[in-house]
């Protein structure tokens, strides 16, 4: 995957964090293309979450892919990881070139359309250790991303363009939560990468 000469980083996180945005990460046609490849490579499933103690349909498609045997527990249920696929080694090594960090998992997420949504949430699972780092590639639709601060409840928000990559590290996954809300405005499908590290845990002896 071959990655721009320049990319202008933006910071989106005003403290207590940090959320760095490289709008250009990938051109529009190298972008358009690992698009159309993972609407056919991925194995989109829908899944359920746990609210309040009840179950209800995600409000969008996901599929856990990773290394042998990292297994990921979201919304209280284990996920195995499909295999990689072409396109998203691919794209993870670009990454990890980028970040300078090494991944082992992906979490992808088609959203549908503007009536698939996220609700606010931190990847602060355990086995992600306690200063994660995240690395978010968007695809397809452009959608707006919200932060909200734990403590103070500062919000801020950034739209995400085809072919970015958002980079959270630090201690936002502790200080802040983030979102995708849902809109009336007619979007058509996002696909959303979140490429990290999962710390397995011993086997009992």
Do not use: C
């Amino acid at each position: 995957m071959t990655l721009p000469l320049w990319s202008t980083a933006q910071e989106v996180l005003p403290h207590s964090g940090t959320a760095t945005l490289f709008s250009d990460f990938l051109d529009g046609s190298a972008a358009t293309r690992a698009f159309h490849a993972l609407m056919r490579e991925v194995v989109w499933e829908e899944h359920e979450i746990v609210l309040f103690g009840k179950k209800h349909a995600e409000p969008r498609l996901s599929s856990w892919v990773g290394d042998p045997g990292v297994t990921y527990t979201y919304s209280r249920s284990p996920r195995d990881p499909h295999p990689w696929t072409p396109t998203l080694s691919s794209l993870r090594e670009a990454s990890e070139k980028r970040t300078s960090t090494t991944f082992n998992s992906v979490l992808a997420n088609l959203y549908r359309s503007g009536d698939d949504a996220m609700g606010w949430h931190a990847d602060d699972e355990p086995e992600l250790g306690s200063q994660p780092v995240i690395a978010s590639v968007s695809l397809g639709e452009e959608r707006r991303f919200d932060f909200r601060h734990r403590t103070t409840g500062d919000t801020t928000s950034v739209h995400l363009p085809h072919g970015s990559l958002l980079v959270m590290a630090g201690e936002t996954q502790t200080n802040w939560m983030h979102r995708i809300a849902r809109t009336k405005k007619p979007l058509g499908p996002r696909i959303n990468l979140t490429y990290r590290f999962v710390h397995l845990r011993p086997h009992a002896q």
